[in-house]
Protein backbone atom coordinates (compact mmCIF):
# COMPACT_ATOMS: atom_id res chain seq x y z
CA UNK A 1 0.00 0.00 0.00
CA UNK A 2 0.77 3.57 -1.14
CA UNK A 3 -0.75 6.49 0.70
CA UNK A 4 1.76 9.37 -0.01
CA UNK A 5 -0.08 11.00 -1.96
CA UNK A 6 -2.83 11.23 0.36
CA UNK A 7 -0.78 13.70 3.09
CA UNK A 8 0.68 15.63 0.16
CA UNK A 9 -2.61 16.54 -1.58
CA UNK A 10 -2.98 18.66 2.10
CA UNK A 11 -0.14 20.57 0.64
CA UNK A 12 -1.65 21.50 -2.76
CA UNK A 13 -1.74 25.27 -3.05
CA UNK A 14 -2.94 27.99 -5.20
CA UNK A 15 -0.87 30.31 -7.14
CA UNK A 16 -2.88 33.11 -8.09
CA UNK A 17 -2.17 34.00 -11.20
CA UNK A 18 0.82 34.12 -14.20
CA UNK A 19 1.87 37.26 -16.17
CA UNK A 20 0.35 35.92 -19.46
CA UNK A 21 -1.59 38.90 -20.13
CA UNK A 22 0.42 39.81 -23.39
CA UNK A 23 -0.81 36.62 -24.83
CA UNK A 24 -4.14 36.04 -26.85
CA UNK A 25 -6.24 33.56 -24.92
CA UNK A 26 -9.00 32.61 -25.66
CA UNK A 27 -12.25 30.31 -24.28
CA UNK A 28 -12.53 26.68 -25.70
CA UNK A 29 -16.03 24.47 -25.76
CA UNK A 30 -15.11 21.81 -24.83
CA UNK A 31 -11.77 22.72 -22.99
CA UNK A 32 -9.47 20.02 -23.88
CA UNK A 33 -6.83 18.87 -21.25
CA UNK A 34 -3.46 17.79 -21.73
CA UNK A 35 -4.15 15.06 -19.68
CA UNK A 36 -6.60 13.44 -22.50
CA UNK A 37 -9.97 14.12 -21.52
CA UNK A 38 -11.99 17.27 -22.56
CA UNK A 39 -14.51 18.82 -20.13
CA UNK A 40 -17.99 20.68 -20.92
CA UNK A 41 -17.72 23.97 -18.36
CA UNK A 42 -20.35 25.46 -16.87
CA UNK A 43 -19.95 28.26 -19.53
CA UNK A 44 -17.42 29.39 -21.95
CA UNK A 45 -15.77 32.14 -20.53
CA UNK A 46 -13.42 29.31 -19.11
CA UNK A 47 -10.16 28.61 -21.13
CA UNK A 48 -6.81 26.53 -20.44
CA UNK A 49 -3.16 27.18 -19.82
CA UNK A 50 -1.72 24.64 -21.05
CA UNK A 51 1.86 22.98 -18.80
CA UNK A 52 4.20 24.13 -21.67
CA UNK A 53 2.58 27.32 -21.81
CA UNK A 54 2.66 27.82 -17.86
CA UNK A 55 6.24 26.80 -17.79
CA UNK A 56 7.22 29.46 -20.74
CA UNK A 57 5.17 32.09 -19.45
CA UNK A 58 6.45 31.78 -15.50
CA UNK A 59 10.36 31.05 -16.13
CA UNK A 60 11.27 34.58 -15.37
CA UNK A 61 8.46 34.71 -12.25
CA UNK A 62 9.12 34.38 -8.15
CA UNK A 63 7.23 33.84 -5.73
CA UNK A 64 7.38 37.45 -5.16
CA UNK A 65 6.96 38.80 -8.39
CA UNK A 66 3.44 36.30 -8.69
CA UNK A 67 2.28 37.92 -5.28
CA UNK A 68 2.18 34.69 -3.35
CA UNK A 69 1.55 35.03 0.23
CA UNK A 70 4.74 33.46 2.10
CA UNK A 71 4.16 30.60 4.52
CA UNK A 72 6.24 29.29 7.16
CA UNK A 73 7.18 26.00 4.70
CA UNK A 74 9.19 28.35 2.05
CA UNK A 75 10.63 25.63 0.98
CA UNK A 76 7.03 24.00 0.13
CA UNK A 77 6.30 26.88 -2.20
CA UNK A 78 9.87 26.87 -3.77
CA UNK A 79 9.39 23.17 -4.53
CA UNK A 80 5.74 24.36 -6.09
CA UNK A 81 6.90 27.06 -8.58
CA UNK A 82 9.47 24.73 -9.64
CA UNK A 83 6.60 22.01 -10.69
CA UNK A 84 4.66 24.93 -12.45
CA UNK A 85 8.18 25.75 -14.32
CA UNK A 86 9.14 22.11 -15.17
CA UNK A 87 6.22 22.31 -17.19
CA UNK A 88 3.73 19.39 -15.05
CA UNK A 89 0.68 21.98 -13.91
CA UNK A 90 -2.14 23.42 -16.44
CA UNK A 91 -4.27 26.21 -15.01
CA UNK A 92 -7.97 26.65 -16.14
CA UNK A 93 -8.83 30.53 -16.06
CA UNK A 94 -12.46 31.95 -15.15
CA UNK A 95 -12.57 34.85 -18.05
CA UNK A 96 -15.26 36.59 -15.65
CA UNK A 97 -12.58 37.08 -13.06
CA UNK A 98 -9.23 37.27 -14.88
CA UNK A 99 -8.58 40.89 -14.06
CA UNK A 100 -9.63 40.54 -10.25
CA UNK A 101 -6.61 40.57 -8.25
CA UNK A 102 -7.30 37.02 -7.97
CA UNK A 103 -7.90 35.07 -10.53
CA UNK A 104 -10.66 32.11 -10.66
CA UNK A 105 -8.84 29.08 -11.51
CA UNK A 106 -8.22 25.10 -10.64
CA UNK A 107 -5.21 23.72 -11.11
CA UNK A 108 -4.06 19.81 -12.88
CA UNK A 109 -1.46 17.68 -11.82
CA UNK A 110 -0.20 14.34 -11.41
CA UNK A 111 0.94 13.42 -8.49
CA UNK A 112 2.49 10.32 -6.23
CA UNK A 113 0.08 7.30 -6.50
CA UNK A 114 -2.72 6.11 -3.75
CA UNK A 115 -2.64 2.56 -3.69
CA UNK A 116 -4.72 0.70 -0.89
CA UNK A 117 -5.82 -2.84 -0.19
CA UNK A 118 -8.45 -2.79 0.11
CA UNK A 119 -11.71 -0.36 0.25
CA UNK A 120 -11.71 -0.36 3.96
CA UNK A 121 -8.10 0.69 4.38
CA UNK A 122 -8.74 3.42 1.71
CA UNK A 123 -11.48 4.36 4.21
CA UNK A 124 -9.77 4.13 7.82
CA UNK A 125 -6.78 5.97 5.86
CA UNK A 126 -9.00 9.23 4.63
CA UNK A 127 -10.56 9.17 7.84
CA UNK A 128 -7.26 9.61 9.71
CA UNK A 129 -6.46 12.10 7.28
CA UNK A 130 -9.37 14.33 7.48
CA UNK A 131 -8.94 14.07 11.09
CA UNK A 132 -5.33 15.62 11.23
CA UNK A 133 -5.96 17.75 8.11
CA UNK A 134 -6.79 20.76 10.69
CA UNK A 135 -4.17 20.76 12.30
CA UNK A 136 -1.59 20.17 9.08
CA UNK A 137 -3.24 22.75 7.56
CA UNK A 138 -2.42 25.29 10.00
CA UNK A 139 0.88 24.32 10.58
CA UNK A 140 1.61 24.48 7.14
CA UNK A 141 0.10 28.31 6.67
CA UNK A 142 1.17 29.34 10.50
CA UNK A 143 -2.52 30.55 10.83
CA UNK A 144 -6.37 28.84 11.93
CA UNK A 145 -7.84 27.61 8.78
CA UNK A 146 -11.55 26.74 8.44
CA UNK A 147 -11.90 23.60 6.82
CA UNK A 148 -15.53 23.60 5.43
CA UNK A 149 -15.54 19.92 4.47
CA UNK A 150 -13.04 16.60 4.12
CA UNK A 151 -15.02 13.43 2.35
CA UNK A 152 -14.45 10.66 0.19
CA UNK A 153 -16.88 10.81 -2.71
CA UNK A 154 -17.18 8.50 -6.23
CA UNK A 155 -17.75 9.40 -9.84
CA UNK A 156 -17.71 7.38 -12.70
CA UNK A 157 -16.16 4.39 -10.61
CA UNK A 158 -13.80 6.19 -9.28
CA UNK A 159 -12.93 7.04 -5.51
CA UNK A 160 -12.37 10.69 -5.09
CA UNK A 161 -10.73 12.22 -1.99
CA UNK A 162 -11.77 15.80 -0.99
CA UNK A 163 -11.31 18.45 1.08
CA UNK A 164 -12.27 22.48 1.42
CA UNK A 165 -11.35 25.20 3.10
CA UNK A 166 -10.90 28.85 4.02
CA UNK A 167 -7.63 31.24 4.81
CA UNK A 168 -9.17 33.36 6.89
CA UNK A 169 -6.50 36.45 6.28
CA UNK A 170 -6.68 36.29 2.63
CA UNK A 171 -10.60 35.38 1.87
CA UNK A 172 -9.01 32.54 -0.19
CA UNK A 173 -10.87 29.49 -0.30
CA UNK A 174 -9.43 26.51 -1.41
CA UNK A 175 -11.08 22.98 -3.13
CA UNK A 176 -8.90 20.15 -3.32
CA UNK A 177 -9.67 16.75 -4.94
CA UNK A 178 -7.71 14.00 -5.66
CA UNK A 179 -8.48 10.67 -7.87
CA UNK A 180 -6.15 7.62 -7.44
CA UNK A 181 -5.81 6.50 -11.13
CA UNK A 182 -3.15 3.69 -10.53
CA UNK A 183 0.38 2.60 -8.56
CA UNK A 184 2.16 4.92 -11.18
CA UNK A 185 0.40 8.23 -9.97
CA UNK A 186 -2.80 9.76 -8.72
CA UNK A 187 -4.21 13.08 -10.38
CA UNK A 188 -5.08 16.27 -8.12
CA UNK A 189 -7.28 19.47 -9.10
CA UNK A 190 -7.07 22.22 -7.11
CA UNK A 191 -9.33 24.97 -7.36
CA UNK A 192 -8.82 28.66 -5.58
CA UNK A 193 -11.36 31.81 -5.40
CA UNK A 194 -10.71 34.77 -3.39
CA UNK A 195 -13.55 36.57 -4.96
CA UNK A 196 -17.33 37.25 -3.84
CA UNK A 197 -19.93 34.18 -3.88
CA UNK A 198 -20.22 34.25 -7.28
CA UNK A 199 -16.74 33.84 -8.30
CA UNK A 200 -16.55 30.61 -5.59
CA UNK A 201 -19.53 29.02 -7.40
CA UNK A 202 -18.29 29.30 -10.40
CA UNK A 203 -15.01 27.77 -9.16
CA UNK A 204 -17.03 24.26 -8.23
CA UNK A 205 -19.23 24.55 -10.49
CA UNK A 206 -15.85 24.51 -13.24
CA UNK A 207 -14.18 21.93 -10.75
CA UNK A 208 -16.82 19.62 -10.62
CA UNK A 209 -16.98 19.64 -14.42
CA UNK A 210 -13.40 18.58 -14.93
CA UNK A 211 -13.35 16.08 -12.14
CA UNK A 212 -16.66 14.61 -13.98
CA UNK A 213 -14.81 14.20 -17.34
CA UNK A 214 -11.46 13.16 -15.95
CA UNK A 215 -13.04 10.11 -14.05
CA UNK A 216 -15.42 9.57 -17.44
CA UNK A 217 -12.33 9.32 -19.12
CA UNK A 218 -10.28 6.92 -16.64
CA UNK A 219 -13.22 4.87 -16.97
CA UNK A 220 -13.22 4.73 -20.62
CA UNK A 221 -9.80 3.88 -20.97
CA UNK A 222 -10.30 1.26 -18.10
CA UNK A 223 -13.21 -0.46 -20.30
CA UNK A 224 -10.90 -0.85 -23.39
CA UNK A 225 -8.23 -2.96 -21.70
Known amino acids: ?17 LSFFSVCLWAEAPIT ?25 SQNESLDSLGVQKIPDDELLGEILEKVK ?5 FFYDG ?16 EPLVFDSVEEMRTSFDEQCASLPEELSAMYGEAVELHSCQLAAMNERAIFHHAYTLSSQKITIINEQIPVNSNYSIIFVGGSGNDNEGLYRVRAAQQALVEAATAFLKNQASKR
Not at 1 to 17: E, N, Q, T, Y
Not at 86 to 90: F, L, M, P, Q, W
Not at 96 to 111: C, E, G, M, P, T
Open 96 to 111: RYIRSDFKNHVSAQLD
Open 33 to 57: SSFGFSAEMPDDEWFVVGPKEVAKL
Open 86 to 90: SGNIE
Open 1 to 17: MSKAGLAVSARVLVIPF
